[in-house]
């Protein structure tokens, strides 16, 4: 067998192999990927301690931005115009 052909031969195993591949990733995400699980929820509470609240607020209103994404574009202008937007407030 010449080289080409001996080549060539491993091309087409290779893209075979890749097809397979392909179509076997294809039908497992086709068939799972809309799955379910039963899994507890976690217990979780509101903390009434003033000191967690307090650092909260902060984490919420400051450096974890927040109100970014969870204000309306009225609400993001009036908070702007009240304050001086350069200005990284502790509250
Ligand atoms: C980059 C934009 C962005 C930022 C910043 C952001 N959120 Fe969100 N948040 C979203 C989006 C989008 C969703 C809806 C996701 C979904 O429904 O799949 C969401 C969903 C939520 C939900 C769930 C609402 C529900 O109906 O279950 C809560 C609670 C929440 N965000 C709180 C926060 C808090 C607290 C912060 C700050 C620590 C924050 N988000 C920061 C974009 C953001």
Redesign the pocket.
């Known amino acids: 067998m010449s080289v080409r052909k001996y080549v060539m031969r491993g091309v087409a195993i290779l893209a075979a192999l890749l097809a397979v591949a392909g179509s076997a990733i294809g039908l497992y995400v086709f068939r799972t990927w809309d799955r379910s699980w039963d899994a507890p929820l976690p217990v979780i509470h509101a903390s009434t301690d003033p000191e967690v609240i307090r650092r909260d607020e902060y ?2 209103r400051g450096p ?7 204000t309306s574009k009225d609400e993001a202008q009036a908070a702007a115009a009240s304050t001086s937007s350069t200005q990284c407030r502790r509250r």
């Open positions: 984490l919420v974890a931005h927040c109100a970014a994404c969870h």
